[in-house]
Nanobody
């Protein structure tokens, strides 16, 4: 089955950090752009960050300066380092693949089950 497996979520206090992992299963992610998305209760899924196949990062304005995306192709994994977390970052975080960054969510593929991030004191 071709999909991503997300991990690394959890409960963290405001101002804390988490590192999410997105491991590809059944395919190699070398030639894909990989996006991180999140969906909070009652809200639409939104793009958080994306990294191109060549390693160029892109970020939503809401996470610029706090989140950092990276990829390790030999490990077939993409990471999202999240610092200075705030309650509004609470959501289920997903990763998915596309040809390049910047397209609408519907073009992304290989969605995983997501990992829950909860920021609360």
């Amino acid at each position: 089955q071709l999909q991503f497996v997300e991990s690394g979520g959890g409960l963290v206090q405001p101002g804390g950090s988490l590192r999410l992992s997105c491991a590809a299963s059944g395919f190699t992610l070398d030639y894909y752009a990989i996006g991180w998305f999140r969906q909070a209760p009652g809200k639409e899924r939104e793009g958080v960050s994306c990294i191109t196949s060549k390693g160029s990062p892109n970020y939503a304005d809401s996470v610029k300066g706090r989140f950092s995306i990276s990829r390790d192709n030999p490990k077939n994994t993409v990471y999202l380092q999240m610092n200075s977390l705030q309650p509004e970052d609470t959501a289920i975080y997903y990763c998915a693949a596309d040809i390049f960054c910047g397209r609408a969510t519907r073009f992304y593929d290989y969605w995983g089950q997501g990992t829950q991030v909860t920021v609360s004191s």
